[in-house]
């Protein structure tokens, strides 16, 4: 019990580590790549056998409030980022906008979880981010930047069934008919969602980790920008909910900060240039570190 309460109190070192293991054996990614969803998937089954699903039917039940959030994160937001960025490279410019644009990655009520946020607000707010984006990135960018942006609405929705859908499921006959299984390994799902997400970055970043380090020069400065970016999309999330109780207020926090640059990995390659890209791809360690933050915000934030 010991080893765990470490693994849950010390989760976000875990997740660094994964990125280092990342750097050190880069071939995990082409080993693993393939098995992302399947991961993913069971990481989310874990979430849901620790969910109290009565919960998610009452916020399903809020739509003033999800469509206040909704709005602020996919719309709102983006424009103040245009604007904001105003005289930056373009470059950085526009990876800041499609930062801000992505829906809330599928490990987001995972995540959520592991920080002890509203896990069920999470998820609504999840499912409601990917029916939404294929409208949301296209219009903004197509406004602010003249680019037209493809998203394939079909191939969302499939991801979104696949990742959340069958895991739910799934989870809800195993709670069913197994109830008693469930009490007795509850304590070990929390650190064993630390683990599977550590794997999932080190996959991520070993599947990109050759063109982080053929870009060392610009690296370093990329990364504090972007650390500062998540920074300020965590306290926009936090504070944008600031009449919610804590575990509310993380949850959209989450949501917010810990979106699906996968997605926003392709969306680069096929649209904007290599730096974009590369942009996209060093998200994935602020990602991974931020977390850490919440702790912070629970002691010393309202």
């Not at 809330?104 to 069920?120: D, K, Q, S, Y």
């Not at 930047?145 to 990742?163: A, E, G, P, R």
């Not at 739910?168 to 064993?192: D, G, H």
């Not at 600031?242 to 993380?250: A, G, P, R, T, V």
């Amino acid at each position: 019990m010991k080893v765990l309460a470490f693994i849950e109190e010390k989760f976000w070192l875990f997740l660094v580590f994964g990125i280092i293991l990342g750097f050190m054996f880069p071939r995990s990614g082409e080993i693993f790549g393939d098995h992302l969803m399947l991961i993913l998937m069971l990481i989310l089954f874990l979430t849901f056998l620790r969910m109290d699903f009565s919960e998610l039917v009452i916020q399903a039940r809020r739509p003033v409030l999800l469509s206040y959030i909704l709005v602020g994160q996919l719309v709102i937001m983006p424009v103040l980022c245009y604007f904001l960025t105003w005289s930056m490279d373009p470059d950085i410019r526009i990876s800041i906008v499609l930062l801000a644009a992505l829906p809330a990655g599928t490990a987001a009520p995972a995540l959520t979880e592991i920080v002890n946020g509203r896990t069920t607000l999470s998820l609504v707010l999840t499912v409601l981010n990917y029916l939404l984006v294929p409208l949301t990135i296209p219009l903004l960018f197509y406004v602010f930047f003249s680019t037209w942006v493809q998203i394939d609405y079909l191939k969302l929705f499939t991801q979104l069934l696949l990742f959340i859908l069958i895991p739910m499921i799934c989870a809800r006959l195993v709670r069913r008919f197994t109830n008693r299984f469930i009490e007795k390994w509850n304590p070990f799902f929390k650190s064993a969602m630390v683990i599977l997400i550590a794997f999932v970055i080190m996959v991520i970043i070993g599947q990109e980790a050759d063109y982080i380090l053929t870009h060392p020069s610009e690296m370093i400065i990329l990364v504090g920008i972007l650390f500062v970016v998540f920074f300020l999309f965590q306290i926009a999330g936090y504070f944008m909910v600031f009449w919610l109780d804590q575990d509310d207020k993380i949850a959209v926090s989450v949501t917010k900060s810990a979106m699906n640059n996968v997605l926003g990995i392709v969306l680069a390659v096929s649209f904007f240039s290599p730096k974009v890209a590369l942009i996209m791809v060093l998200s994935e360690v602020p990602w991974d570190v931020m977390p850490a933050f919440y702790k912070l915000y629970r002691r010393y934030l309202p």
